[in-house]
């Protein structure tokens, strides 16, 4: 015969537990606030005014006082930023081009 197990969480446990899985759900949402970019890139608060004020980033100002960001503007704001190894960069040297006098091409 199984038993089976009851497991029992006090109220503190449980408040735990809901503010961890709102930590993980936070970034999937679709706008963010500056506080949740903060964390969701890894940044100060500071850090993501300062982004905001040089336009490096698109953001949302209905009715002027809270920002937001879309989750999808940011994640193509990193990935614009991304710097290609020197690996990838001798790769595409060492490939030959339409333009090149090599007699693999003719």
């Keep these: 015969m199984e038993m089976t197990q009851n497991i029992v969480f006090t109220n503190e446990?449980?408040?735990?537990?809901?503010?961890?899985?709102?930590?993980?759900?936070k970034p999937l949402k679709e706008f963010m606030t500056v506080d949740e970019l903060a964390y969701y890139l890894g940044l100060s608060k500071s850090?993501?005014?300062?982004?905001?004020?040089?336009?490096?980033?698109?953001?949302?100002?209905?009715?002027?006082k809270k920002i937001y960001f879309k989750r999808e503007e940011v994640d193509a704001w990193i990935e614009a930023g991304r710097v290609a190894p020197d690996s990838e960069i001798l790769?595409?040297?060492?490939?030959?081009?339409?333009?090149?006098?090599?007699?693999?091409?003719?």
Excluded at 47 to 64: D, V
């Design 47 to 64: 850090a993501i005014y300062k982004i905001t004020s040089k336009r490096e980033l698109p953001f949302y100002n209905p009715g002027g």
């Design 91 to 106: 790769q595409q040297f060492s490939e030959p081009t339409i333009n090149s006098n090599t007699p693999e091409l003719w």
């Design 13 to 25: 446990q449980i408040q735990q537990i809901r503010q961890e899985w709102a930590e993980i759900v």
